[in-house]
T-cell receptor
Framework: QKEVEQDPGPLSVPEGAIVSLNCTYS??????FMWYRQYSRKGPELLMY????GNKEDGRFTAQVDKSSKYISLFIRDSQPSDSATYLC???????????FGQGTELSVKP | NAGVTQTPKFQVLKTGQSMTLQCAQD?????MYWYRQDPGMGLRLIYY???????DKGEVPNGYNVSRLNKREFSLRLESAAPSQTSVYFC???????????FGPGTRLTVT
């Protein structure tokens, strides 16, 4: 069993939809949680970063961490075609430690 | 400010050939990483270098070697390429003890 599981999709939604992307993990020691966005044929870039449980909002994006359930989510409100990308969750036990990535979810937002 | 650069962008090798993937960063970062990305597998860490002069194995180091040439450059070498090493390779860098990693554009390698 992988330490971090992520539904690979692909996920296709109409423009303006609310998108929910999720990851589950098995290691309760993970404390730092990230979402990276990767456009086609590009390297990933950090989108959201959270520590421990709770929510963090940045514009149309909300990251949610539930450590009791070992479950993290990324919500995208009012999705746009420019949000079409692969979204990878990542997590680590210690700040600056090795990141463990999920498989990535491919999202397509149709105009 | 170019960030993280990787060469080459594409490469086709025959089984048994060797090659070196080059990576350089201009952000004065201490830590550098090599990942491979395969369909359905996400990003897997091959090797990393926490600081100049140190290197450590990641999750999938077999068949690879690395050199941290200086603070800017971190190379990945395939001594005898195998079809299982067909993948997209990403180099990344970060400030020490920080989780935000900056990725290069990737090298697409095919081994036939």
């Amino acid at each position: 069993q992988k330490e971090v599981e992520q539904d690979p999709g692909p996920l296709s939604v109409p423009e303006g939809a609310i998108v929910s992307l999720n990851c589950t993990y098995s290691n309760s020691a993970f404390q730092y949680f990230m979402w990276y966005r990767q456009y086609s044929r590009k390297g990933p870039e950090l989108l959201m970063y959270t520590y421990s449980s709770g929510n963090k909002e940045d514009g149309r994006f909300t990251a949610q961490v539930d450590k009791s359930s070992k479950y993290i989510s990324l919500f995208i409100r009012d999705s746009q075609p420019s949000d079409s990308a692969t979204y990878l969750c990542a997590m680590t036990r210690n700040q600056g430690g090795k990141l463990i990535f999920g498989q990535g979810t491919e999202l397509s937002v149709k105009p | 400010n170019a960030g993280v650069t990787q060469t080459p962008k594409f490469q086709v090798l025959k089984t048994g050939q060797s090659m070196t993937l080059q990576c350089a960063q201009d952000m004065n970062h201490n830590s550098m990483y090599w990942y491979r990305q395969d369909p359905g597998m996400g990003l897997r860490l091959i090797y990393y270098s926490a600081s100049e002069g140190t290197t450590d194995k990641g999750e999938v180091p077999n068949g690879y070697n690395v050199s941290r040439l200086n603070k800017r450059e971190f190379s990945l070498r395939l001594e005898s390429a195998a079809p299982s090493q067909t993948s997209v390779y990403f180099c990344a860098s970060s400030e020490q003890n920080r989780d935000e990693q900056y990725f290069g554009p990737g090298t697409r390698l095919t081994v036939t």
